[in-house]
């Protein structure tokens, strides 16, 4: 069974541009998340989907952030414009229904200089 | 609602010895509770998890963890340290009834001197 797939690995970019992060969960997996993993805490949930709904948005910083889960598979995160706060690793998990483990992508580390 | 707190951000053992990483949690509805563990420019891996069954839960690499409802707990424990443990330790509290966000914890560091 593949993982989750998240796109690119790494990402460079300076301050009041934009940039965006992909992933592709697990094939059948209804739920989706995003996650913020700032260097020495722990993930924190950015946006949480069920199938192309969003469940959970409340942590997610709307002026600058967005994200989108068309047709219920793919998702894609947006910042724009980034600020130097940004960086850190941005994690997608997606797990089938409740009482199940999340899978988690290997992560898209962005830093913002 | 649903909050996590590892008690110990930093655990230093030494290589054979008892691991005790310390979790307690709070949840408004009947959790499900998680350990996971990442190593350094790797992904999260779940350890082990508990969604009601047994209150003591095996994982994987000899890891396993006690739920106590009345101390609110999930503590990781693993009986002889290897040096391959060395990591970054995240407890994950799951409502089951609710939207089912994951809550982590603020992630404990394992380091296993040899």
């Known amino acids: 069974e593949a993982g989750v797939a998240q796109s690119p690995r790494y990402k460079i970019i300076e301050k009041r541009q934009s940039v965006a992060f992909w992933c592709n969960p697990i094939?059948?997996?209804?739920?989706l998340y995003w996650y913020q993993q700032i260097l020495g805490q722990g993930p924190k949930l950015l946006i949480q989907?069920?199938?192309?709904?969003?469940?959970?948005d409340s942590q997610l910083p709307k002026d600058r952030f967005s994200a989108e889960r068309l047709k219920g598979v793919d998702s894609t995160l947006k910042i724009q414009p980034a600020k130097l706060e940004d960086s850190a690793v941005y994690l997608c998990?997606?797990?089938?229904?409740?009482?199940?483990?999340?899978?988690f992508g290997q992560g898209t580390r962005l830093t913002v200089v | 609602a649903q909050s996590v707190t590892q008690l110990d951000s930093h655990v230093s053992v030494s290589e054979g010895t008892p691991v005790l990483l310390r979790c307690n949690y709070s949840?408004?509805?009947?959790?499900?509770l998680f350990w996971y563990v990442q190593h350094p420019n790797k992904g999260l891996q779940l350890l082990l998890k508990?969604?009601?069954?047994?209150?003591l839960v095996k994982g994987i690499n000899g890891f396993e963890a006690e739920f106590k409802k009345s101390e609110t707990s999930f503590h990781l424990t693993k009986p002889s340290a290897h040096m391959s443990d060395a990591a970054e330790y995240f407890c994950?509290?799951?409502?089951?009834?609710?939207?089912?966000?994951?809550?982590f914890g603020t992630g404990t560091r394992l380091t296993v001197i040899p």
């Open positions: 998990a997606s797990h089938p229904d409740l009482n199940t483990e999340a899978f």
């Open positions: 094939s059948g997996h209804a739920t």
């Open positions: 989907f069920q199938n192309n709904g969003v469940v959970d």
């Open positions: 949840s408004s509805y009947s959790p499900s």
């Open positions: 508990y969604t009601s069954a047994a209150t």
């Open positions: 994950v509290v799951s409502d089951r009834t609710g939207a089912n966000n994951l809550f």
